[in-house]
């Protein structure tokens, strides 16, 4: 494909995408498209659309109109997507209403429908971004959708069968939806006894790819933690969250000390008698975490495991960390 075309292709993409936002299910008409792109030859508008036909789009001609009206694809989205335009695939959305159809079926296997309106609640976002991310799925085959009218699409979902096995796959191996590569390897460290460096430069070389947040989660957060958080780069957010047993005898004091240099810096503390977490967690830009299984400030010292988390086993430990942090007192 020629230059010219490529730009073409991707015009033509991010146009049905912003169709598709507007209505999941109508698609652009032709004549629309054609004024839209007023740059470009309809004749090349025409070869393009006909060249992603059945794979990025989905083209319906009529008498004397080469396009009618053109919708996007589900593998189109994807296309876009992978070229950095954003899409509803920015967000953990579709893994959430998986998720909501996925434990519907299991406590009724195989009739599980869910109204629009439980499934809104279940997933608990915005309503229009829910409808977006069904009918993605829908047309990835991972689930079914019954009625429509009103304005919408379905008035009732359930997974299929594809679906719970493409969940259980992104549950259990990581593999995203959609697929982005073969199963993803996740990663574990042995570490100690007498082995804080290897400590270190596990935090470090985790702490210093990150971009916009650093999330800290240790019942015992006592103070060598901020030597480690040194490594974390400048204006990123730290949020460290503890309990009320250690943040006693000059603690405030030792954080004080840190934020003179990291001023991004936030923690908080909830009693230790509603702490509700066993293992100690760092999470980056909410993106990748890890488990260890020992506090930071003396990591090394006695052996222990660190197991880097699965991405729903990641997102719960960030529900619960929200849940926490707006309870939780703040000391700095």
Do not use: C
């Amino acid at each position: 494909m020629s230059e010219k075309d490529d730009k073409i292709k991707r015009e033509i993409l991010k146009l049905l995408y912003e169709a598709f936002e507007e209505s999941p299910y109508r698609g652009q008409d032709g004549n629309t498209l054609f004024e839209e792109l007023s740059q470009f030859k309809e004749n090349d508008i025409v070869y393009n659309v006909q060249r992603m036909d059945s794979d990025y789009v989905d083209n319906n001609a009529a008498i004397g109109r080469k396009i009618s009206t053109v919708q996007i694809t589900a593998k189109g989205i994807e296309e876009i997507s992978g070229q950095g335009h954003p899409t509803i695939l920015d967000s953990n959305i579709r893994y959430n209403v998986l998720d909501a159809l996925y434990n519907a079926d299991r406590q009724n296997p195989g009739h599980a429908y869910l109204t629009r309106d439980n499934l809104l609640d279940e997933v608990g976002s915005d309503e229009d971004e829910v409808d977006l991310n069904v009918w993605y799925l829908k047309e990835k085959r991972l689930v079914d959708t019954l009625g429509g009218g009103g304005g919408l699409f379905y008035h009732d979902t359930k997974i299929t069968d594809q679906g719970i096995k493409r969940y259980e796959q992104y549950v259990d191996d990581g593999v995203e939806i959609p697929r982005s590569g073969a199963k993803k390897t996740f990663r574990q460290a042995s570490i100690g006894p007498n082995e804080s460096g290897k400590a270190e430069n596990l935090f470090r070389d985790f702490v210093e790819l990150s971009r916009n947040e650093i999330i800290i989660i240790d019942r015992y957060a006592r103070k060598p933690l901020y030597d480690l958080l040194k490594h974390v780069p400048s204006g990123v957010e730290i949020k460290v969250v503890t309990s009320g047993r250690v943040t006693g005898q000059g603690y405030q004091q030792r954080v004080n000390q840190f934020a003179n240099q990291h001023p991004e810096i936030e923690v908080r503390e909830v009693s230790d008698s509603d702490w509700p977490f066993h293992d100690r967690y760092i999470i980056r830009d909410r993106e990748d975490g890890w488990a260890w299984g020992h506090s930071f400030h003396d990591a090394g010292d006695t052996q222990h495991t660190a197991s880097e988390l699965r991405p729903i086993n990641r997102d719960n430990i960030v529900n619960q960390f929200n849940n926490i942090w707006q309870k939780g007192g703040v000391i700095v």
